[in-house]
């Protein structure tokens, strides 16, 4: 496969990882290498399919729906990693619509790497502070 048709295929991929996220499709799992090494602040680095499930176990425990619109997104591709820079929405369990005006942003980037065509890294760079609750860290004072 030539390069930018590889790059696109890696981008599709990568999209059909937002879209059964946010589907709830129980086959995502079937994305990831047996080995994947996962990063999310707070969560840290852990490696293994079961490490995806512990992920997103916790992240259910706080979230209720999460809506990703990849279609609108950035990406950048290098050999078999992908940078994908967008924003993301959602309600948390508790009900709280997120992203909150003056305090987020509902920004993000992950960097997958894949081989063929499993993610064996994914790497989400995200403030885990869905709703800017964590007044103690806004580090030049709350928005007026």
């Known amino acids: 496969m030539d390069g930018s048709i590889r790059s696109q295929h890696l ?3 990568a999209k059909e990882y937002f879209r059964r996220g946010d589907a709830g499709d129980a086959s995502i799992v079937d994305m990831f290498d047996e080995n994947v090494e996962l990063y999310f602040p707070k969560f840290g680095s852990r490696v293994g399919k079961s490490a995806v499930g ?15 619109y990849p279609d609108e997104y ?3 591709v ?9 924003r993301e929405d959602g309600v948390t369990q508790g009900g709280t619509i997120w992203p909150v005006q003056g305090r987020t ?3 993000f980037c992950n960097v997958f790497r894949f081989r063929g065509e499993l993610i ?8 885990p502070d869905f709703t800017g609750e964590d007044e103690a860290r806004f580090y030049w004072g709350l928005p007026v």
């Open 54 to 68: 512990m992920f997103v176990q916790g992240l259910l425990g706080q979230v209720r729906t999460l809506r990703h």
């Open 78 to 86: 290098s050999g078999d990693f992908v940078a994908v820079e967008g």
């Open 120 to 127: 064996v890294q994914l790497h989400i760079y995200v403030d």
């Open 105 to 107: 942003d509902g920004r």
């Open 11 to 13: 981008i599709t991929l």
């Open 74 to 76: 950035n990406y950048i």
